[in-house]
């Protein structure tokens, strides 16, 4: 990692623009920050190396944290001439809150914030990069199917905890996904978008267009006032096209202007099937259905996954994964005593039996209808 010894966080920033300061009161943009102690980091402990990303409103670089652990640094940086606004600072800080109570294998990690002099979070660093990338690496052989189904697995597991915890990504897509240095694992990563469910549903458009569910991205008049409904759902229906991705490693609806895939897949296009092997069709019709009541639930794609990757790479015992990076980065965690940000580090990813057999229920009539009308 390119980072120089003495190079402490203050020198290194590219363009220093406080968070706080006369500046901000000024604009009238102070806002009061709501996050516990335990969750921020003393500046000081971090160094920041080479920039590692960029997002719509931030900047992302490797770091070390108190001078050995790698960590990345997201730094709150809309653009190099406007402050932070109380929206970004809102957006922030609910992104520390989500992150800091996220513990799995499959979610990247957090491990602190700070706020001064700028906002950051800051996480494990996961080392080989955005799916997206591998992906485009990979072109133009497709990855083998153990990977595919593997990632796909990791994927539905972590949206899997999401879920459970009431939140719902809303913005699922090969650009958030991580992947581990050994690259055998995928990590989810950024939770800017994310949301607590709400009964009522969710209400306004988010996330990309190209992996986005008809119902949020449908074009069709509202009355005033009126606003969109959605559910968590609209996460399966775009990990269904990630899945296609993995299993075809080709974009879907390649070469398609992204304001016009909003019009076709609302008028039922989807990726073609071809090629696609026959056992994960009708999971992928299910997941992106129309109906969003028609699409699994991501504990019945798990569980689904499960028993297909045991099915066609007998050799892959996924049960209990052992990610090699994670367990350095234990080792690594435990000795800078920092154990009380990160909880229990590893779940337990055993299904229940009895949980199964309910779930396999569900996904049975899938396979009869699939199979009868194959065979
Ligand atoms: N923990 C991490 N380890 C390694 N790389 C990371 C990590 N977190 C983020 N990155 C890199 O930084 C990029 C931007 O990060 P992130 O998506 O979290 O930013 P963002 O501002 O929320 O983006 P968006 O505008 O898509 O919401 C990622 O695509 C990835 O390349």
Same mark, same amino acid.
């Given at each position: 990692m390119a980072i120089a010894p003495t190079m402490m966080l203050y020198p290194n920033y590219p363009f220093f623009m406080s968070a706080f300061g006369s500046d901000d009161n000024d604009s009238g943009d102070h806002f009061d920050f709501n996050i516990s102690k335990e969750l921020l980091l003393n500046p000081k402990n971090i160094m920041l190396g080479e920039m590692i990303g960029e997002g719509g409103n931030s900047i992302v670089y490797k770091g070390l944290f108190k001078g050995t652990m790698p960590v990345a640094v997201k730094i709150v940086q809309p653009s190099k001439t406007s402050a932070v606004s109380i929206q970004h600072k809102q957006q922030f800080q609910k992104e520390v809150l989500l992150l800091s109570s996220m513990k799995h294998l499959n979610i990247v990690r957090f491990l602190g914030a700070c706020i001064e002099p700028q906002l950051?979070?800051?996480?494990?660093?996961?080392?080989?990069?955005?799916?997206?990338?591998?992906? /485009?690496?990979? $072109? &133009?052989?497709?990855?083998? /199917?153990?990977?595919?189904?593997t990632f796909a697995l990791d994927i539905s597991r972590a949206m899997e905890f999401l879920h459970s915890k009431g939140i719902i990504h809303r913005d699922l897509n090969p650009r958030n996904v991580l992947v581990t240095g050994d690259m055998h694992h995928v990590k989810l990563a950024d939770f800017g978008l994310a949301r607590e469910k709400t009964v009522g549903g969710m209400t306004c458009?988010?996330?990309?267009? $190209?992996?986005?569910?008809?119902?949020v991205c449908s074009r069709e008049p509202l009355l005033i006032g009126e606003k969109k409904h959605y559910d968590h759902k609209i996460d399966v229906y775009s990990f269904a096209l990630i899945f296609w991705s993995l299993l075809t490693n080709q974009t &879907?609806? #390649?070469?398609?202007?992204?304001?016009? %895939?909003? #019009?076709?897949?609302?008028?039922?296009?989807? !990726?073609? /099937? %071809?090629?696609? !092997?026959?056992?994960?069709? !009708? %999971? /992928?019709?299910?997941?992106?259905?129309?109906d969003s009541k028609n699409r699994l639930e991501f504990k019945e794609i798990t569980i689904f996954l499960e028993s297909l990757l045991k099915r066609l790479c007998p050799e892959s015992s996924n049960d209990d994964i052992t990610v090699t990076d994670d367990e350095a980065y234990d080792d690594e965690i435990e000795e800078l005593e920092t154990t009380w940000l990160l909880g229990k580090r590893y779940i337990k990813l055993n299904?229940?039996?009895?949980?199964?057999?309910?779930v396999m229920k569900r996904i049975l009539p899938f396979f009869k209808k699939f199979f009868s009308s194959k065979w």
């Open positions: 950051m979070i800051v996480t494990e660093l996961v080392r080989g990069g955005t799916l997206q990338r591998f992906m /485009l690496n990979s $072109r &133009p052989s497709p990855l083998d /199917l153990k990977t595919s189904l458009e988010a996330g990309t267009y $190209r992996w986005m569910a008809p119902e &879907p609806f #390649y070469g398609m202007d992204g304001i016009s %895939i909003p #019009y076709f897949v609302n008028q039922g296009m989807r !990726p073609s /099937l %071809i090629n696609i !092997p026959d056992e994960v069709v !009708p %999971i /992928l019709e299910s997941c992106w259905a129309e299904k229940p039996k009895k949980k199964k057999e309910k």
